[in-house]
């Protein structure tokens, strides 16, 4: 097993590391470094690699943080975009959050039924659902596992939010913030598969060292931490990203930084790298009760027919 959770994205794309050569990078590795390092030491660069969000997107979350709104501005928003409006009736009427028994025809019966919050939770994902990889080649063997990881990781922030009740955040925060905070493992995404479309090195050369992983997933972090900042996201989203590198002392930052790592562990889980006992064990490290848990794998399979 790979005792790095940091690394637990890129076990479960490309499998456990290959211990025998921890140490040494490949070529088409090296070349996927390369691609990183370069956009990463030119802001206009990296800016040119960074999607744009959406419109739409941006007056939501402005309409949310402010306190006298209400779910009619809200449903008024979405219907700006008769297509997000009709993706969100849709993803409402799923089994992952329809609890009734007639259809919801009106966004402001949704609104009405799931809540501002909930709503505004469908919208978002169906909005930055749109700048996943797109790469059809690589994206079934690689791209899937960065947004199955963001959603899994959205809902399980808005899960534990939603039981602390923190008055410096709210349910939304935690779920857009858990959605949006491996952003830049997109752009990482990209550069990998550049590297792999040149046939650079050996043909069974493979992205697999443990050194390649830990860069990657620290490059990452980086760039989502610049993707924020030019997304002129609040402050509080870049602060929470920001402190994912150091010591968290900001009770968003800390829910993130344990519901990304306990997503990461059940990744694990899932490619049988781990068992029950250690997945208890992280669990329990982690401090993600046995509720919240619980209602986290109930989820999963619902979370699955949405993606």
Known sequence: MNNNIATAFYDAMFGESDYSRDKHINKLEQKALDNVREILNSPKLLSSHIPSLPAILVKLINTLKDPNADFLEISGIIEQDPPLALQVLKVANSPAYFRGNSEICSLRKAVSLLGVTGVANIATTIMMEK????????YKLFGKQIWRHSVHCAFLCQTIANDTRCDEFDEFDAHFLGLIHDVGKIIVFN????????NIGADNDQ???SVF????????TDISIFVAKEWQLPKMYCDALSQQHSKRTTP???????ANAMCEVFLLFEKKFIGEPQLTK????????????QRFIEAVDEMEATL
């Open 131 to 138: 700048i996943r990889p797109e790469r059809p080649i690589y």
């Open 282 to 293: 992280l669990r329990r490290r982690f401090a993600i009760n046995d509720q919240n848990w």
């Open 213 to 220: 992983k830990e860069v990657m997933s620290e490059m990452s």
């Open 252 to 258: 968003l930052a800390k829910l993130l930084f344990d």
């Open 191 to 198: 550069c990998l598969c550049e590297a792999l479309s040149t």
């Open 207 to 209: 992205p697999g060292s």
